[in-house]
């Protein structure tokens, strides 16, 4: 069954910090990788795509990278701010039937 | 370039009773997604349009719920009648052409069934 694992549920940290979240998934074989994240109230935006062959993207203050060997994907955040608190949401597509299976997310806070 | 408009953004109502969605995708984008969110989860596929067909149903309660994607651009999700699991936020997504592309997100409906 092709799915999706995140890690951890939440994470606190204070503003300035920077932190790693985690995406290990089953899904094969594989199209792209996303990594969304989710403000309160809000839909997911987008914040980084990644192919099979690619193994690190970068979006500002978020950098995503992916070992398709192991199967599994981090988001790191650097310098935290009061912004980045939200929901982090990993989604891998299939490549044989085009599903795209979400994950339940992790839900960081940041404190001032 | 406008977003993925919803309406309503939130609604209440008893069980039993029915509700109905609303979503304006961008313009042009020719797949079209409802999603729904239950606290602390990920969003989960109800049905996805490519234009005005249906791609997949698999996963709609088709008992209760119905979507329709009229003239293949404005979309409809109805749940009649409404149990007290229904309560969730209900996402509508659009993407351009395939299902290869970024999926952009309405702000959703959060609906609470009493």
């Known amino acids: 069954k092709n799915q999706v694992e995140q890690s951890p549920q939440s994470l606190i940290i204070l503003e300035g910090k920077n932190c790693t979240l985690q995406?290990?998934?089953?899904?094969?074989?594989?199209?792209?990788l996303r990594w969304y994240k989710q403000d309160t109230g809000r839909g997911p935006v987008s914040l980084t795509i990644?192919?099979?062959?690619?193994n690190t993207k970068s979006n500002g203050r978020y950098t995503a990278t992916l070992d398709a060997d192991t199967k599994q994907s981090s988001l790191h955040i650097t310098a935290s701010q009061l912004s980045d608190s939200a929901s982090y949401i990993c989604v891998v597509r299939g490549n044989r039937d085009d599903k795209i299976i979400f994950g339940k997310g992790t839900r960081l806070h940041i404190l001032p | 370039e406008a977003g993925v408009a919803q309406s309503p953004r939130y609604k209440i109502i008893e069980k039993r009773q029915s509700v109905a969605f609303w979503c304006n995708p961008i313009?042009?984008?020719?797949?079209l997604y409802w999603y729904q969110q239950i606290l602390g989860q990920g969003p989960k596929l109800l049905i996805q349009f490519q234009n005005n067909g249906v791609v997949d149903d698999s996963q709609l309660p088709k008992d209760r719920f119905s979507a329709e994607r009229l003239k293949g651009v404005d979309s409809t999700l109805k749940i009649q009648p409404a149990k007290l699991e229904d309560s969730a936020v209900y996402l509508c997504?659009?993407?351009?052409?395939?299902?290869?592309?970024?999926?952009?997100f309405g702000p959703g409906t959060r609906l609470t069934v009493t």
């Open positions: 995406c290990n998934y089953t899904v094969s074989p594989f199209s792209n």
């Open positions: 990644m192919t099979f062959s690619e």
């Open positions: 997504a659009s993407s351009p052409r395939t299902d290869r592309d970024e999926q952009y």
């Open positions: 313009s042009g984008h020719a797949t």
